[in-house]
């Protein structure tokens, strides 16, 4: 498997994790029995859950702009050093920015942020059409 794919595997079990913390605390604010529910009129309190399921449509927006990167380039053989540290960067930049969201640490979550846009910039620069090999 390539680097790039494993990012791609490993991003997916990160977002799993987000999700669960938003789970975790939400349950732990309105009980196990609301989840098992619709959750029509759900008013979120604690600021925790409110901050993961930010974080988590953030993570969202990401996933659908670095999924498909990721597919381009190993599925036109245009992986290379660049594609796996940009793969790395978007990873390891949403690693940190998670729990900096959690938290409400403000400039270094924005700075986590950053890292992971500048891993898409730099996948989406090795797989620009029209550019290359074919």
Known sequence: MTPELSYLVASAALFFVMISV???????EHGIKHGAGARDNTVDKSVMVQR???ANANMIESLIIFIPLILVAVMTERTNTMTALGAAMFFWGRVAYAPLYWFGVPW???GAWFVGIIGLILIFLQVLPFTGAT
Request: charged content about 40%; glycine content about 0%; cysteine-free.
């Open 22 to 28: 938003q789970a975790v605390l939400s349950d732990k």
């Open 52 to 54: 993961a399921k930010r």
């Open 108 to 110: 270094l979550r924005s």
